[in-house]
């Protein structure tokens, strides 16, 4: 089975833009959950989608969002960037739920100037 | 405070030794999970578990559910045992993980 993929892996964004971030879960996976760290800090959870639908979000600001498709491959938006955004944005999916073994993706990391 | 707390936060150790890593959490799950990440950033799940203990090659992971508590050993650990080992639980109440801070091994040749 294919890994978690995520696209791109590398991103340098300015202040102000807004920024797609894409991950492909692990093929007849459902859960794709989102993630950013910085340097020092543990995960960040921001969101959860299952099926399609938004099952669990963190405490981000409105600027962060995401959607799931039907074939289960999720994005995550950032809007208006920060400089503070920059981070290790990770994806992480499973079957059905946080009790099920979480895969990760590589990441993507995002530079703001 | 955290409802997950791993202690220690830093840990360096010689090559060889044994290594204990500890996460106590504060509410009630249906798994725990151990995850470690190396420098580059991948993450790659080693244990989930939700109660008694499970062993890996050299990795062992015990759990104590009334305790809320678990740990995750390593024997005769190696350099390349050197990464972040992370401690997350499933929540009775959610479908999200609630994470731990992460301990930050080095082991020495």
């Known amino acids: 089975k294919a890994g978690v993929t995520q696209t791109p892996r590398y991103l340098i964004k300015t202040r102000g833009q807004q920024v797609t971030l894409s991950c492909s879960p692990i093929s007849g996976h459902r859960s794709v959950s989102w993630y950013q760290q910085t340097p020092g800090q543990g995960l960040q959870f921001l969101f959860e989608y299952f099926s399609e639908t938004q099952r669990n979000k963190g405490n981000f600001p409105g600027r962060f969002s995401g959607r799931q498709f039907s074939n289960s491959r999720s994005e995550m938006n950032v809007s208006t960037l920060e400089l503070g955004d920059s981070a290790l944005y990770l994806c992480a999916s499973s079957s059905y739920s946080s009790t099920d073994t979480q895969y990760f993706g590589p990441g993507t990391r995002l530079t703001v100037l | 405070k955290n409802e997950v707390e791993q202690s220690p936060q830093n840990l360096t150790a010689q090559e060889g030794e044994f290594i204990t890593i500890n996460c106590s959490y504060s509410?009630?799950?249906?798994?725990l999970h151990w995850l470690q990440q190396h420098p580059g950033g991948g993450i790659v799940s080693l244990f989930m578990l939700s109660s008694g203990k499970k062993k890996h090659g050299r990795l062992i992971a015990t759990i104590n559910i009334q305790e809320k508590h678990s740990s995750l050993h390593i024997t005769a650990s190696h350099p390349r045992d050197s990464a972040v080992y992370i401690c997350a639980v499933s929540p009775d109440s959610n479908y999200q993980l609630i994470w731990g801070a992460g301990t930050k091994l080095i082991i020495k040749p």
């Open positions: 509410v009630g799950i249906s798994a």
